[in-house]
């Protein structure tokens, strides 16, 4: 008999229960939080999340990649708003390539029902954990509204509660585990413009929106009910930062300076702006992911990225789908499935960490340089002529199942050729001249590097 | 009233409590285990470290300098024992430069004797801590033989328990805390060589012994005695790991493979090697190290360094050589006098553990390769002619009490202009030709970098 503990009910949590029940396991659920389906949860921000191709990929396999993809709002394209009023669309493909937005309880809510159907799992929400033995192993956990106390020894424990994870920092305290935590010096908060009273968008729909403004940003997704989802990242402290902006007139002086078009479009800004403190965010690197056959990290608790590529959910979810293979190649041999399991995932993450603090900086700074969009330019000119053999990271991030580390191999290829490309022809070569397909020919041959 | 609780009674507590008490701080200590004076502590390697300037000054500021040099064992250079049985003599300096060393039990006997003895000071051995609230601030202990708990409120809390900082972990949970653990992949056990019968030493004294083996290491530290105290570095894993010597026989023949110049210098070899599970060494990157004006990180709880160029503890008595300049800067501004502290210590400190895993790396790989040990021998070289002119990044950080920040950036123009001169002149070039000596002014006068 397998007895599994899941700690944590969010996207991930769901989702690797699904396919431990499906496998036959008893599966118990702890999660810190009330049953949002019940009470919302003021705690958590209401946020937007992007599916893309291996997130879709995962929901496939528990039968949930239509239902989802009816849920959310496709977006085609990124709708630039410039300092200067105007508006520039970069589509993500010239083949309708599409993201998918969706609120994060929308599609936690469509997990839980599925995994709650299932002959073998139970749902326990409001239940904080106060003890973990890694162990035996076994866990307590305290109802948050009753005081009572559950333990509970299970076969294995999987850890799925997040990047500020209970069960890792158990992991943490154990001799000789790599870990770090770092934080970026901007959060970001929540708020929604609303369809018009027509039930139309105010925003161009099928397009996820981007003010970017160094620093600052503001970020808007499609809701497939046509009202957009926004975040707000700004500085924690400083000038033009959460801690600078105290009262409603601040902040509308600060909106009217810094995002003019968007002031008028929030109903009750202040309202909704001062409701909550800003959230953090923050990347989370550590080894090993499990202790032994017992424990396991999984998602955002092994490995939390910043949002830059919109990857973190898409990731987590591509950890339930690597996971499976590896049940089903190591069957009850948990050591191996566990190692195997951390052997497949973790270069990847590691990479792709990086690569999230790397292109936050990107998103801030290089969208306004000139020769960084002349070679983005000319990567998607080579892209849409010749799309098998020529893919951005981006692309092979966000429409292709390829693994990150495996993505990263291609680009750092594809960066040395383009940077030998511009320095010989500049950026308006002609890229259709056969000897340019001669060169990605042997390019995608790795004949050159 | 100032009531300040130090959690830690170790090398940095100890002195901490020594500054807080002479301006008239009422200072509780708490220490998690029993006091080594009374009852031999088996669960703590008994190792050496090496005082050099920095520490020694440090001392030297609450009278104990002479007291700890005449305990200490000096060490005026390295002795090389080679793979081929050949042993190679390097002097740290050309001007009778030298390391002390010491046993840190000898060097925590002495702190703590003399803090005891001060009017205000109490030490509580033995006392777990096991509840803390930053906020109020208060702590609670558990008396590790009896149970019995103390729950304590003072004005503010230092935490100077160590690299696995139990305050630290504290901090870790707050919002915006920067942290990084990262193990290094060997460990190591120490090992003791009698003096001889007739009261010499069996290796030479006056020098540290090293005999590199890649990734494996033996480091004898000389005592007052004649004794010489080993640390035995190995892989965790592996072939010739510590994980791979499980016998009395196997540990014979590695010996006799590796270290045979050694092997029967060590009796007891089994029983020494074998009483104890060897010892992990990690690097501690956090920031920030205060919460507030309430606590305050100092030592290796805020900064855990490899012992590679021999710097933890002179670098955690540095710490404190600083927070009394703060202390005597901003008075009862506390959160002004923890804020000048990390923005004086931090960047050093961050540098110090980026510089210790490189040169660790060093230490394993470098030595045998010859051009790396040609050009020690040119900085050497330099150094003994035109002492104030040049020093290596080795005697900045050992024998002078400059910042290791500003050590860094003299090292980094030092660096570029020994490439260049490496790269135009050789090896060989003639250090006292004028042109030499005038470049080195020029170089020392920032003109050339």
Redesign the interface.
């Known amino acids: 008999m397998n007895r599994s503990l899941v700690i944590g009910g969010g996207l991930v949590g769901s989702l690797i229960a699904i396919h431990l029940a499906r496998r036959g396991h008893e599966v118990d659920i702890f999660e810190r939080h009330p049953d949002f389906r019940i009470e919302a949860d003021t705690k958590r921000p209401a946020l937007n999340l992007t599916l893309c191709e291996r997130g879709l990929r995962a929901l496939g396999e528990v039968g949930l990649r239509e239902r989802v993809e009816a849920l959310a709002a496709p977006a085609h394209g990124r709708s630039i708003h410039g300092e200067d009023g105007f508006t520039a669309y970069q589509p993500y493909g010239a083949h309708g390539e599409a993201i998918h937005s969706i609120a994060r309880s929308e599609l936690n809510e469509t997990l839980i029902n599925l995994a709650e159907g299932l002959p073998g799992i139970a749902f326990h929400f409001g239940q904080k954990c106060t003890h973990l033995d890694l162990a035996t192993p076994s866990a307590r956990f305290e109802d948050v509204r009753t005081g009572a106390i559950t333990e509970i020894k299970p076969d294995r424990i999987f850890g799925a509660d997040g990047a500020y994870s209970t069960v890792r920092?158990h992991l943490?305290?154990l001799?000789?585990?790599?870990?770090?935590?770092?934080?970026l010096s901007q959060g970001y908060k929540s708020l929604k413009i609303p369809a018009r009273a027509d039930g139309m968008p105010v925003l161009e729909s099928g397009s996820l929106h981007v003010w970017p403004r160094g620093q600052r940003m503001l970020i808007g997704f499609p809701n497939r009910n046509a009202s957009v989802s926004l975040s707000l990242l700004l500085p924690?402290d400083g000038a033009h930062s959460f801690a600078s902006l105290t009262t409603a007139d601040e902040l509308r002086s600060f909106f009217h300076a810094w995002f003019p078009d968007v002031a008028e479009l929030i109903p009750g800004l202040a309202e909704q702006f001062f409701a909550r403190p800003p959230n953090?965010l923050l990347t989370v690197r550590c080894a090993p992911w499990s202790y032994e056959d017992k424990v396991l990290l999984v998602g955002d608790a092994a490995h939390a990225i910043l949002p830059s590529y919109g990857q973190g959910a898409n990731a987590g979810f591509d950890d339930c789908s690597v996971f499976v293979q590896c049940m089903d190649e190591y069957g009850d041999d948990w050591r191996s499935v566990f190692r195997a399991f951390e052997a497949r995932r973790r270069p990847s993450m590691d990479y792709m960490a990086d690569l999230c603090v790397e292109h936050f900086v990107e998103l801030c700074e290089l969208v306004a340089d000139p020769n960084f969009l002349k070679r983005k330019e000319l990567e998607r000119r080579l892209n849409d002529l010749y799309p098998d053999l020529y893919q951005s990271l981006y692309t092979m991030v966000t429409f292709t199942t390829t693994p990150y580390i495996e993505a990263m191999r291609i680009e750092h290829r594809q960066r040395k050729f383009m940077d030998r490309l511009i320095a010989d022809e500049g950026y308006d070569l002609d890229v259709e001249s056969p000897r340019i397909k001669e060169l990605l020919l042997r390019l995608s041959h790795e004949e050159i590097a």
Chains 1, 2 share one sequence.
Do not use: A, P, V
Request: charged share 20%.
């Open positions: 920092l943490q305290k001799e000789r585990f790599n870990y770090s935590q770092q934080y924690f953090s």
